[in-house]
């Protein structure tokens, strides 16, 4: 099976970065969008932003230009660079990858999620 491993959590402070990252155990041939989402305790999970296989991006309204997704030099990457950081972006990050099985069939990977907290 496909795993899914972020890094690059942790606690920092308002006005702090991080820099998220997510890396896949093989390559997916076929992959439709890329993207990070993030849940906070008792809220329903909510996208961050979302690139496509042509590298195409959406973000979004909270972001507000302070985050950027990108994809790594090394194949089946995907980083998400947070800036100015806020206490309300506290909550577990995921990757998630959008696999074309085809004959319209698509399959969701998701990662375990990985803890942001930015607190003082």
């Known amino acids: 099976q496909v795993q899914v491993v972020e890094s690059g959590g942790g606690l920092v402070q308002p006005g702090g970065s991080l820099n998220l990252s997510c890396a896949v155990s093989?390559?997916?041939?076929?992959?439709?969008?890329m993207g990070w989402y993030r849940q906070a305790p008792g809220n329903t999970r909510e996208l961050v932003a979302v690139?496509?296989?042509?590298?195409?991006?959406d973000y979004a309204d909270f972001v507000q230009d302070r985050f950027t997704i990108s994809r790594g030099n090394a194949k089946n990457t995907v980083y998400l660079q947070m800036n100015a950081l806020k206490p309300e972006d506290t909550a577990l990050y995921y990757c998630?990858?959008?696999?074309?099985?085809?004959?319209?069939?698509?399959?969701?990977?998701w990662g375990q999620g990985i803890q942001v907290t930015v607190s003082s």
């Open positions: 998630n990858i959008v696999e074309i099985l085809g004959d319209g069939l698509e399959f969701d990977y």
């Open positions: 690139m496509t296989s042509g590298g195409f991006t």
């Open positions: 093989r390559i997916i041939f076929s992959i439709k969008t």
